[in-house]
């Protein structure tokens, strides 16, 4: 089987190593010294490489034709600002449908976020578990089913958690474009799902 090349990069089993290496919390120095001990000698840029331009790659998102869906959102900060990251995930599969970032919270950006998960999968039988009333509204405007849940929705809470503890190793703000961040959130998603 011959490695598959994307945007300059292959994507062999050390690289696609490293970028896992990278996802599950270690720094790319971290990467670099764990993959030097197995033998592989490389440049910390070229890692940052590896890591930036394979995951960028992504993987084929799953179809999926979910039944139960908590939503939910989470403050963020991006350059000593504050944005929120909105984000779906199928109670059954538990796989992260969807994430986006926005500069505000509320009903608008809720409804936004609804409409463009309603557009990448099959939703017409989809109960969607929501912790406000803010969420409730969107639904309502967008003709979609939805319950107050504070249990079962706990599963986006914990994506959260684990999201948030992977950025805080690091740092306490991320420091870059909202491009660049909301890249990065649906890197890990990817990682995340599969």
């Known amino acids: 089987m011959q490695p598959i090349r994307t945007r300059s990069v292959l994507r062999t089993p050390v690289r696609v190593f490293a970028v896992q290496l990278h996802a599950t919390g270690c720094s790319l120095r971290e990467t670099k010294e764990i993959?030097?001990?197995?033998?592989?000698?490389?440049?910390?840029?070229?890692?940052?490489?590896?890591?930036?331009?394979?995951?960028?790659s992504g993987h084929t998102p799953p179809e999926a034709k979910p039944k139960r869906v908590a939503v939910d959102e989470t403050a963020v900060k991006i350059n000593g600002?504050?944005?929120?990251?909105?984000?779906?995930?199928?109670?059954?599969?538990?796989?992260?449908?969807?994430?986006?970032?926005f500069g505000r919270h509320g009903t608008d950006p809720a409804a936004a976020f609804l409409h463009r998960l309603s557009e990448k999968h099959d939703l017409s039988d989809t109960v969607?578990?929501?912790?406000?009333?803010?969420?409730?509204?969107?639904?309502?405007?967008?003709?979609?089913?939805?319950?107050?849940?504070?249990?079962?929705?706990?599963?986006i809470e914990k994506w959260f958690h684990i999201l948030k503890m992977r950025v805080e190793r690091f740092h306490n703000s991320w420091v870059g474009s909202h491009g660049s961040v909301h890249g990065w959130i649906i890197q890990f998603a990817q990682y995340y799902d599969f």
């Open 81 to 101: 600002e504050w944005s929120w990251l909105y984000a779906a995930i199928d109670i059954e599969t538990k796989l992260i449908l969807d994430v986006e970032l």
């Open 35 to 56: 993959l030097r001990i197995l033998g592989v000698e490389r440049s910390h840029q070229a890692f940052w490489q590896w890591v930036h331009r394979l995951a960028d």
């Open 128 to 155: 969607f578990l929501v912790d406000g009333y803010g969420h409730q509204t969107a639904l309502s405007r967008l003709g979609l089913s939805g319950l107050l849940d504070y249990v079962e929705r706990n599963l």
